[in-house]
């Protein structure tokens, strides 16, 4: 493992290591479990992280087609997860038990930690794509998953759906989403969402690459 790479896993296990730490300080102090459920919401969004990283790695390695097909399938299904974290910041407005400042760093960082690891783990596959594809063909499947994950953002919540319900309940998760998609004022609601949450992640997704690019030569120095 590279000291580059050591370094990246380092600085995020730190971000997540202080957001769990808070939470912790935060139940203590309080006495109640209000916004414990980041540190579940942050544990979900290292899983396209991880997934992320084992395709990156498998397609350096010339993994079977069919291996890399189904970790970025799984990748696409979990990816979601990263960036909702930002919505918990709609919590600010019960929040009790400890000064809003302190909630509003905590969900920050949660947040931050969220964006970074969706952000890294799409900097990855776009990597992956570019070399199989064609620098067009991966910027389209960046704009594709940042289009799904923000529709996914929509199904956890308002429909509190999970990347999992697809594979445990399939039939009612199909049925959740085309009856909100039938229903007229929902399905404004559903574009509204989708729209916003796909300019939000792109204009920062953006900002990231830049940076990215300028730090790293080539993806495969990470």
């Known amino acids: 493992m590279s ?13 997540s290591g202080l957001v ?64 909702y974290i930002v919505t918990d910041f709609k919590w600010l407005k019960d929040s009790t038990g400890a000064p809003v400042w302190y909630d509003v760093v905590l969900i920050s960082a949660g947040a931050w930690a969220g964006l970074l690891l969706g952000f890294i783990s799409l900097y990855l596959m776009q990597a992956v794509v570019r070399r199989a594809l064609g620098a067009l063909n991966a910027w389209l499947f960046v704009l594709f998953a940042l289009v799904l994950s923000s529709f996914g953002i929509y199904l956890g919540r308002f429909q509190r759906s999970n990347s999992w319900d ?3 309940r399939p039939r009612t998760f199909a049925a959740d989403v085309w009856t909100r998609l039938g229903d007229p004022d ?37």
């Open 166 to 168: 697809i594979f445990v």
């Open 20 to 83: 769990v730490a808070m939470v912790a300080v935060r139940v203590v102090y309080s006495g109640n479990s209000e916004n414990a459920a980041l540190v579940w919401n942050l544990f979900l969004a290292w899983i396209p992280f991880v997934l992320a990283l084992q395709v990156y790695e498998g397609y350096r390695r010339g993994a079977a087609r069919v291996y890399l097909l189904l970790g970025g399938v799984l990748w696409l299904l979990f990816f979601p997860n990263a960036p």
């Open 186 to 222: 929902e399905y404004a609601r559903v574009v509204a969402v989708t729209v916003l949450f796909t300019a939000f992640l792109a204009a920062t997704y953006l900002v990231f690459y830049s940076f990215a690019r300028a730090t790293v030569r080539e993806p495969t120095e990470l």
């Open 3 to 15: 000291d580059r790479r050591l370094a990246i896993l380092a600085s995020l296990a730190g971000l």
